[in-house]
Structure formats: structure tokens, C-alpha cells
């Protein structure tokens, strides 16, 4: 069965650092962008961080410079390394894999409105990040 896979997500203090891993089974993330999004309660998704599969990077300007995202070909592995956490990044975190998915980050930007609808090839179920004192 073809799925994603987050893990990485916790309670951690502000100014705080962790890494999402996003695993992909059943299929070869090389052929695939890869995005990060997050949901926190009562706001809209919002997108994070696109990882295209020529390696080009896309990231939402409320992480830019703290969050990065990269990729293990071997471990068919996305990660989001997120740095300086800020107790305004609480949410579930999610990762998604669709050969569009650049395209429509870079057309739409992080606050489009159609990141809670889009159907995307693949979704993760979600890791919830807590940045909290």
C-alpha cells in the first residue's frame, strides 16, 4: 500500500528545534514533489515548504530562514528541519507528494485558500508540533 508516513512532532520549548521526517512506502519520491503544510486549530491549512524533484525550493515567508526542507533519495525521506520555533508554529503538520504540487505552490503561494481541498496524489496523516513553556 502506497502511503506517507510523518513522524518527528512533539512538545518542544520556544526557540526550540525539530526535525519532521515525511516516509514514503510504496512508491519512489524522486518523481514526486514534496510539500509541507499545517493545520492549527480554527485557521486554515497553510502551505510551508515545497521540494521539487529537480531540487528546486519553495518556502512560505512565515519560515523562510527557519525551516528548511531536503530529501533522502536512499531512505525515500523528506525532512522539515524547523529552527527558532515560536509558539505561533503549534499545529499538525502534514506532508503531501503530487508530481503538480510545485507548480501550484509557486502559482498560489502558502495562503491559498485551496490547501484545505486540493487533491493531491498522496497525503500524510499528520504529526502534531506543540511549542509551549
Known amino acids: 500500500q502506497a502511503q506517507l508516513v510523518e513522524s518527528g512532532g512533539g512538545l518542544v520549548q520556544p526557540g526550540g528545534s525539530l526535525r519532521l521526517s515525511c516516509a514514503a512506502s510504496?512508491?519512489?519520491?524522486?518523481?514526486?514533489?514534496i510539500g509541507w503544510f499545517r493545520q492549527a486549530p480554527g485557521k486554515e491549512r497553510e502551505g510551508l515548504s515545497c521540494?521539487?524533484?529537480?531540487?528546486?525550493?519553495y518556502s512560505a515567508d512565515s519560515v523562510k530562514g527557519r525551516f528548511t526542507i531536503s530529501r533522502d533519495n536512499a531512505k525515500n525521506t523528506v525532512y522539515l528541519q524547523m529552527n527558532s520555533l515560536k509558539p505561533d508554529d503549534t499545529a499538525v503538520y502534514y506532508c503531501?507528494?503530487?508530481?503538480?504540487?510545485?507548480?501550484?505552490?509557486?502559482?498560489?503561494?502558502?495562503?491559498?485558500?485551496?490547501?484545505?481541498?486540493?487533491?493531491?496524489?498522496?497525503w500524510g496523516q499528520g504529526t502534531q508540533v506543540t511549542v509551549s513553556s
Open positions: 521540494l521539487d524533484s529537480d531540487g528546486s525550493t
Open positions: 510504496g512508491f519512489n519520491l524522486d518523481y514526486y514533489a
Open positions: 503531501a507528494a503530487d508530481p503538480a504540487l510545485f507548480t501550484v505552490f509557486r502559482n498560489y503561494g502558502s495562503r491559498w485558500s485551496g490547501w484545505g481541498s486540493i487533491e493531491l496524489e498522496y
